[in-house]
């Protein structure tokens, strides 16, 4: 991201793009888990969207208009994903690990000529 007061950059550009579908692609993968999970994951997964949601676009808004906790916000929206991520990852370990695991197949033995 290029500095304040100072030329758009092509690094810049870049940056704010790959921000931009980073994103869109976390809360996309925090949908998938609404879509997906059980009960309470799906409370969680939908309070963190919303959060994401909002403060990635405060975010947004204060880094265009310069606030100076702009930064925290953009923090505030990672470690909100991330958080997620762990909560949704341990929840899907912790309820698969009371089914058995689906049976190995038998081989085929090929027979010898």
């Given at each position: 991201m ?8 092509a ?6 793009v790959l921000a931009g579908?980073?994103s869109?692609l976390?809360?996309?993968a ?5 879509r ?9 997964s939908a309070?963190a969207l919303?959060?994401?949601?909002v403060?990635?676009?405060l ?6 208009s310069?606030?100076p906790?702009?930064?925290?916000l953009?923090r505030?929206t ?5 958080a ?7 929840a899907?370990?912790r ?9 190995a197949?038998p081989?085929?033995r090929?027979p010898?000529?």
């Amino acid at each position: 991201m290029d500095r304040v007061g100072e030329a758009v950059s092509a690094i810049g550009t870049a940056h704010l793009v790959l921000a931009g579908m980073a994103s869109l692609l976390s809360m996309l993968a925090i949908f998938g888990g609404i879509r997906a999970g059980r009960r309470g994951t799906r409370r969680v997964s939908a309070l963190a969207l919303a959060i994401v949601f909002v403060t990635g676009a405060l975010a947004a808004l204060g880094t265009a208009s310069g606030w100076p906790l702009a930064g925290l916000l953009e923090r505030m929206t990672i470690g909100t994903f991330l958080a997620w991520l762990a909560v949704y990852a341990f929840a899907t370990a912790r309820a698969s690990a009371g089914r058995p695991s689906a049976p190995a197949s038998p081989r085929r033995r090929i027979p010898r000529r």
